[in-house]
Nanobody, 113 residues
Framework: QVQVVESGGGLVQPGGSLRLSCAAS????????MGWNRQAPGKQRAFVAT?????STNYADSVKGRFTISRDNATVYLQMNSLKPEDTAVYYC?????????WGQGTQVTVSS
């Protein structure tokens, strides 16, 4: 079992920055990758970014060049720059093992003036 807990959400103005954190605990030796998805109001949950144990990263086209995912052992970060109103969503962290995704409870990010 793996548990993940997100932190760092909040309200930010358009063009601003925010950093999300996600700490994994439990059977962290089984984690092969960690990542972030988000769910905007009225929309399905969507992929944002992922990072593997060897540091390979992948991003959704909508956040490339603005968001950066990084990892320090069992903690993953999402640095979000040049935020837009359309980035408003609940951001969910996940820890991926071979065959299963563990999800956090989510943290709200609101981009508004």
């Amino acid at each position: 079992q793996v548990q993940v807990v997100e932190s760092g959400g909040g309200l930010v103005q358009p063009g601003g920055s925010l950093r999300l954190s996600c700490a994994a605990s439990g059977s962290i030796f089984s984690i092969v990758a960690m990542g972030w998805n988000r769910q905007a109001p009225g929309k399905q949950r969507a992929f944002v970014a992922t990072i593997t144990n060897v540091g390979s990263t992948n991003y959704a086209d909508s956040v490339k060049g603005r968001f950066t995912i990084s990892r320090d052992n069992a903690t993953v970060y999402l640095q979000m720059n040049s935020l837009k109103p359309e980035d408003t969503a609940v951001y969910y962290c996940n820890a991926q093992t071979r065959g299963y995704f563990y999800w956090g409870q989510g943290t709200q990010v609101t981009v508004s003036s």
